[in-house]
């Protein structure tokens, strides 16, 4: 993945907040970069546009290029494959949907990208996936919980297995350990790496703690919106 | 596939949606309820207008025409025709026994004809019952007796279908008229659906008053006025006549049972100076060699006149449009073998009329009223849809992150729309579905139903001393339900539409970060 000046601003009102001004950067296939910055340095920002939740300010100012491709010139439809295919998120807050169970949360990515009939063909096959995922990450023996009856630590890692699950190229987390505590968070990380390590995964983690941003293979530090370092 | 898990979930997981649910339910179970009892009491009122009519008429009122019966016979060899009978209609006045004189329409019929053409044979009313009304639970309809004032019910019957009783002062059988169940207003209608025949108190001259021992069929009598005219529509003179009663009648028509006087048909055409007659007239002459007979004069028979034909077709009720065209092709070769004697077919033309034709603005103005009903529960209805608006409007608002969470993992915005349309359109199945079940259980039971609210409430919405039918119509048309429901479940579906396309257009990035 390539990033190069990549612009980014908010409109509160008549009010332009600039929150990446000129942003470059590039993660190579199997990396762990962690981009570390304090509060509103525009790191959160940086990892929507990278996952195709978001898009560079028009007229077009700066790329973001995967595999070649470049996202700002993907489709609707497109970017939509491109979330559910080859980008998996891990959210601060876990958002997991509260009225699926845990297998359920799991299994939406599928359920998307495969549709009724392409879903009901491969279901089988696609829970047990969804089951060792779960059981790689502790949580074989509650796949029909909901998030309500589990802990922090537990939300989070069924998100991790949620995004795993349609086996994407690049794994993104915001914050993945900061709603949780020291113990918890630092457990969250060691499987994050335990699955880095295992699948070769490609990882963009977005934190502002530096005991995480040190176990990345790079850090790219933002400060108010422009890389400083990495 | 994600989107029928969603809808599964959402739908028992909160009590929103089964409140959306329960607003459809009660929308469809109301409109359906109306339309069914609405709709079967116009079918009610609309069979009604057909019992004294039959299904095509034809009419040349006041001076009537000629040669009925030869009308009649052609009428009868047609093979769409079931039966026809001939009758005289005219306005007239009725003096009754306490004193009373009310304006009534007097019609002169044949009863055993008239009886093959309407439904006569069953609306007399004084005649033996072998079980209670359904609302007359304590059996005191005096019908249920073997008999009344010494007569038998099957003689009063009999009687009133002959439209002539016996009278005993003069010791012979006479012409007798039948009068409308409401004309005498002797008659009291009960909760039960039944009358009480009552004593009627008369007015003297002097100011007094007396009560009169006095039931219609068994010592009444009335005095019939009418006026005749001649052939040309000329008023003569009023004709009086005093007649006893043989029976009442009940058509469930309140016009007519409160305004209408059968009398036997000749007794009819003698006041009115339609009956046949002998007539001595010159003799048609072909020239002056028949100068010698000059003064002779020949026997004419003029036919007597009468001013409608009523036929009864072989088919059912749809069938009456072509039964009526059959009537004018009769009609016309009827007035070409009595030219200039009968009115032309294209002047009397206007005058054959289907039974929904004479009845058209009665029935036109209950239909009327019904379509008005409808759209005012209709209207009503829109609730429903705006209540199912703001219901997911509100839920689209609380899972705007699960909107961004969809979004985030791949889900297009067409498929977000999806979830809530089809939750939507489930609400409006699960609703509409259960509203058409309450309805039917509803409409199959409302008279049990109503006679509770009688009973514990003191309720009586269906009284039948205000309404003629003792029964409320309790039958749901299939069709009918299957619009209801299929129309809430779009309502239901529209009601969505709105607040999906909201929540498809939500920014993926504003709905995660929504609070």
New interface residues.
């Given amino acids: 993945m390539r990033v190069t000046n990549l612009v980014k601003t908010y409109h509160l009102g008549r009010v332009d907040v600039p929150v990446l001004r000129g942003v470059s950067m590039s993660v190579s296939a199997g990396e762990f970069v962690a981009i570390l910055g304090a509060s509103g340095s525009g790191k959160s920002t940086l990892l929507?546009l990278l996952?195709g939740?978001?898009r560079p300010d028009k007229p077009l100012t700066g790329t973001i290029e995967f595999e070649g491709r470049t996202l700002h010139e993907f489709g609707?439809?497109e970017l939509?494959?491109?979330?559910?295919?080859d980008v998996g998120?891990v959210?601060q807050f876990y958002?997991?949907?509260p009225?699926?169970t845990v297998m359920?949360n799991v299994l939406?990515?599928p359920?998307?990208?495969?549709?009724?009939l392409g879903?009901?063909a491969r279901a089988g096959a696609l829970k047990k996936e969804a089951e060792s995922l779960l059981t790689t990450v502790g949580l074989g023996h509650r796949l029909k919980h909901r998030p309500a009856e589990l802990s922090g630590g537990e939300r989070q890692r069924v998100a991790i297995a949620?995004a795993l699950i349609n086996q994407p190229k690049l794994l993104l987390a915001d914050e993945p350990t900061g709603n949780l505590d020291h113990v918890t968070g630092g457990k969250i990380l060691d499987m994050l790496m335990e699955i880095r390590r295992q699948r070769n995964q490609t990882m963009v983690v977005v934190t502002h703690d530096e005991e995480t941003a040190k176990r990345a293979d790079r850090v790219i530090r933002l400060m108010d919106g422009r890389v400083v370092e990495g | 596939?994600?989107q029928?898990?969603?809808t599964r979930?959402?739908l028992f997981?909160k009590i929103m949606p089964l409140l959306a649910a329960l607003a459809v339910l009660l929308c469809t179970a109301m409109v359906l309820v109306t339309w069914s009892v609405m709709g079967g009491f116009l079918n009610m009122l609309i069979g009604t207008g057909r019992t004294l009519t039959g299904d095509v008429a034809i009419a040349w009122p006041t001076t009537g025409f000629r040669h009925y019966e030869d009308l009649i016979k052609r009428l009868e060899a047609d093979p769409m025709v079931a039966a026809a009978a001939p009758m005289i209609e005219t306005p007239g006045m009725i003096n009754l026994p306490d004193g009373r004189t009310e304006w009534i329409m007097v019609r002169g019929i044949d009863g055993p004809s008239f009886a093959k053409v309407t439904e006569y044979a069953d609306i007399l009313w004084w005649k033996r019952l072998n079980k209670p009304l359904p609302k007359d639970e304590k059996g005191e309809d005096i019908r249920l007796l073997d008999e009344f004032f010494g007569t038998p019910w099957e003689d009063r019957y009999q009687a009133g279908l002959n439209l002539e009783r016996y009278n005993p002062r003069t010791g012979r059988v006479e012409a007798a008229a039948v009068l409308g169940i409401e004309v005498s207003k002797y008659n009291q209608r009960e909760l039960g659906g039944f009358y009480t025949p009552y004593a009627p108190t008369k007015r003297n001259p002097d100011g007094t008053s007396q009560t009169e021992r006095v039931f219609m069929p068994d010592s009444g009598q009335v005095t019939l006025n009418v006026l005749p005219t001649d052939v040309t529509g000329k008023g003569v003179e009023t004709a009086t006549a005093v007649m006893p009663v043989a029976n009442e009648f009940q058509s469930g028509l309140y016009e007519a049972d409160n305004k209408v006087a059968f009398i036997r048909l000749d007794a009819l055409q003698k006041m009115l100076r339609m009956s046949p007659y002998t007539s001595a007239a010159a003799p048609q002459r072909s020239g002056p060699e028949d100068f010698a007979t000059a003064s002779e004069t020949e026997v004419v028979q003029v036919p007597g006149r009468v001013t409608h034909v009523l036929v009864k077709g072989k088919g059912n009720e749809a069938d009456a449009k072509e039964l009526k065209k059959a009537v004018e092709r009769v009609y016309a070769e009827f007035a070409a073998a009595h030219k200039g004697d009968v009115p032309t077919l294209d002047q009397i033309g206007r005058q054959i009329k289907t039974w929904r034709e004479q009845n058209a603005m009665f029935i036109g103005a209950v239909e009327k009223e019904t379509a008005l009903v409808m759209f005012l529960f209709s209207m009503i209805s829109l609730v429903a849809v705006v209540l199912i608006l703001a219901i997911f409007w509100s839920m689209v608002a609380e899972k705007t992150?699960?909107i961004?969470?969809?979004?985030?993992?791949?889900?297009?915005?067409l498929?977000v729309a999806w979830v809530w349309i089809r939750y939507g359109l489930v609400i409006g199945v699960v609703g509409g579905l259960l509203g058409g079940l309450t309805a039917f259980a509803i409409v199959h039971n409302i008279n049990p139903i109503h006679e509770w609210m009688g009973k514990a409430l003191d309720i009586q919405i269906w009284d039948p001393r205000v309404y003629y039918f003792t029964t409320i119509p309790n039958k749901v048309n299939g069709t009918h339900a299957a619009i209801v429901m299929i129309g809430f479940v779009l309502a239901s579906g529209v009601g969505a539409l709105v607040p999906a396309l909201r929540a498809a257009m939500l920014?993926?990035?504003r709905a995660?970060r929504f609070e």
């Fill in positions: 929507h996952g939740l978001d609707s439809s939509d494959r491109y979330r559910n295919e998120f959210f958002h997991l949907l009225e699926l359920e939406l990515g359920m998307i990208r495969y549709g009724r879903y009901m949620r | 596939m994600y029928a898990l969603l979930r959402y997981s992150k699960d961004g969470i969809l979004r985030a993992m791949g889900a297009s915005k498929g920014h993926p990035v995660l």
